[in-house]
């Protein structure tokens, strides 16, 4: 029987199970098509792509700080360097971390040697003498112990049965984000990598050409929108997602001076568990009667560096 179950191949999925891996035998289930969770990369064609999710990072913790370099080192991170534009004027001047190829590059380098399975939901999770039976495609696997690393409510829906009242008590409410994904048929060439706007619609838009991963004759750009505007249309989006765009776009359209006749392509994508701006007591949770762990960004707060941070945390619990 495989060790460890984890669920997820997020940052906090992919992190548990690489450390995890060093002494155990662990294998991965997620229900996306691809490793990366939030920090996802989705194709336009060819090598063209948009980071939807993460849009960089900003290591603050010493020991994540040093994970990151390593990574940069390993040429599986880079600097997203020019110009980061701020209307609210509050930028920061801190280097901006990208992967190489797309945001999923952290989990994709982690995960690489472990077993992994994709388009695999965990539909149910069962306790029984001593060992876990996870439901997924309608089969059943067994494993000694199961990580959970989704967003909170996710982990309610799926495990509420193994949750004691310090989980449960948490009630941790996590925010939708909608972000919209617009490729222009000219390049602009325009020296601005990213732009964080004073709107009500709109937060920030980021350049994709200016992440230098190629070289296209069109512009790519990602739009995520603010707060207020994802929460009144996230449950609407799949139904009205053409409506939706279009207010997205034309409000883009308006703060720039992009054409839209120039658009050639676009789709909006929703988060309904985007981010958590409170984070918890706790770092990561680990019953040790279950054999369950918990890990991921809403208990530290909502970075990738929370998620990282949160995995390292359960391995010394498990430990
Ligand atoms: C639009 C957006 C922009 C962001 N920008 C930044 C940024 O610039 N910098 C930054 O540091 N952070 C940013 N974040 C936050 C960052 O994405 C998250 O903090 C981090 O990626 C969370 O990682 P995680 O592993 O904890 O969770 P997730 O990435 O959510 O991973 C959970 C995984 O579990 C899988 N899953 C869920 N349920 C099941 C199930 N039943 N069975 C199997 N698999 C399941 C999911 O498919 C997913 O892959 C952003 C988030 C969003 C949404």
Redesign the pocket.
């Known amino acids: 029987m495989i060790d460890f179950c984890v669920?997820?191949?997020?940052?906090?999925?992919s992190t548990i199970a690489n450390l995890l891996s060093k002494k155990y035998t662990v294998e991965i289930?997620?229900?996306?098509r691809g490793p990366?969770?939030?920090?996802s990369n989705r194709r336009y064609k060819k090598n063209l792509s948009f980071d939807h999710?993460?849009?960089?990072?900003s290591p603050k913790d010493k020991l994540f700080k040093k994970f990151v370099l390593n990574l940069k080192k390993k040429n599986v991170l880079k600097i997203w360097g020019g110009n980061h534009i701020d209307l609210n004027l509050k930028s920061g001047n801190s280097s901006k971390y990208i992967g190489k190829k797309g945001n999923n590059d952290i989990a994709k380098f982690l995960i690489k040697n472990i077993k992994k399975n994709f388009n695999?939901?965990?539909?149910k999770i069962n306790f029984t003498n001593n060992y876990w039976e996870i439901t997924s495609n309608d089969k059943i696997y067994h494993f000694g112990n199961l990580i959970i690393?989704?967003?909170y409510p996710?982990l309610i829906a799926?495990s509420k049965n193994y949750l004691n009242n310090i989980i449960k008590k948490l009630k941790i409410k996590m925010s939708p984000?909608i972000?919209t994904m617009i490729v222009f048929k000219k390049n602009y060439n325009i020296p601005i990598s990213s732009i964080k706007f004073q709107s009500n619609i709109i937060a920030w838009a980021a350049n994709e050409n200016s992440k230098e991963r190629f070289k296209s004759k069109e512009s790519l750009w990602t739009i995520?929108t603010n707060e207020k505007f994802s929460k009144k249309y996230i449950n609407s989006l799949k139904k009205n997602k053409k409506k939706i765009s279009n207010i997205i776009i034309n409000e883009f359209l308006k703060l720039t001076s992009f054409n839209k006749k120039d658009i050639i392509f676009y789709n909006s994508h929703g988060?309904k568990y985007?981010?958590n701006l409170s984070g918890s007591p706790i770092k990561s949770y680990w019953n040790k009667k279950f054999k369950m762990g918990i890990c991921?960004?809403w208990f530290i707060g909502?970075?990738?560096?929370?998620?990282w941070l949160s995995a390292n945390d359960l391995l010394k619990k498990i430990k």
């Open positions: 669920l997820g191949s997020g940052i906090a999925g289930f997620d229900k996306a990366g969770g939030r920090s999710g993460v849009q960089y990072i695999s939901p965990i539909t690393t989704c967003p996710q799926i984000n972000t995520q988060w985007s981010y991921a960004d909502s970075k990738v560096e929370s998620s």
